[in-house]
């Protein structure tokens, strides 16, 4: 089995991570939903916490991913595209799987600053190694919500592109992401 993506493809670990990741991020922004519906504060802590493992997750997935796109070779672009556009869409992937390090540290470094501990099920939890700081836990959050609202931007941008590319442009790029083999 291909371990790393090279010029000619990325590697079956990549695209499966890929999706892994997407999933992990839908089920998080799902159980925030679950969580503003919650009809008891102990439902609600129940989804925090499974919200927190799945943070934890795509957290420690995210690590391998970020040093695997940065340490392998892009595959060469499906199609012609202009040189400008390849670099624009592999920096926003290269800026989406670093933002999926960096974003749950800062939640995490969030709540430690608020005294709060990221509770997990099963009655475990994630320390809080910060001081407990209002200044520190603002200064994180206005981080967050840069790090957060750019993370949203880029992710509408990489969507759009892939959507562009298979309705539009009608090439194989979106399909090599789900696996297919494409000849260059
Ligand atoms: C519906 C959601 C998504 C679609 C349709 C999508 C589509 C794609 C496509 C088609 C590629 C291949 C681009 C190429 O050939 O160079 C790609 C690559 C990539 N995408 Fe996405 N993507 C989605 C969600 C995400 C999310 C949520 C993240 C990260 C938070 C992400 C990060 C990346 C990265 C880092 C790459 C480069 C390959 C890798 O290292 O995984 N994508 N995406």
Excluded: C
């Excluded at 040093?67 to 595209?81: K, N, Q």
């Amino acid at each position: 089995m291909q371990l790393r993506d090279n010029g000619l493809g990325f590697s079956p670990i990549t695209v499966a991570l890929h999706w892994i990741v997407a999933f992990l991020l839908l089920a998080i922004f799902a159980s925030q939903v679950m969580i503003g519906h919650a009809s008891s504060e102990a439902q609600q802590m129940d989804f925090g916490q499974v919200q927190n493992l799945l943070g934890l997750m795509l957290f420690l997935v995210s690590i391998y991913r970020f040093w695997a796109r940065i340490t392998s070779y892009h595959p060469l672009p499906v199609g012609t595209p202009n040189p400008i556009e390849v670099i624009i869409s592999r920096s926003v992937a290269v800026s989406l799987a670093l933002a999926m390090v960096l974003l749950p540290i800062a939640v995490w470094a969030s709540r430690s600053a608020a005294g709060i501990e990221v509770g997990l099920p099963g009655g475990l939890s994630i320390p809080t190694l910060l001081p407990v700081n209002d200044t520190l836990k603002h200064v994180v959050d206005v981080l967050f919500n840069i790090g957060a609202s750019a993370f949203l931007a880029g992710l509408a941008l990489h969507i759009f592109g892939a959507v562009k590319n298979h309705f539009l442009l009608k090439n194989n790029t979106l399909k090599r992401m789900l696996g297919k083999h494409v000849e260059l």
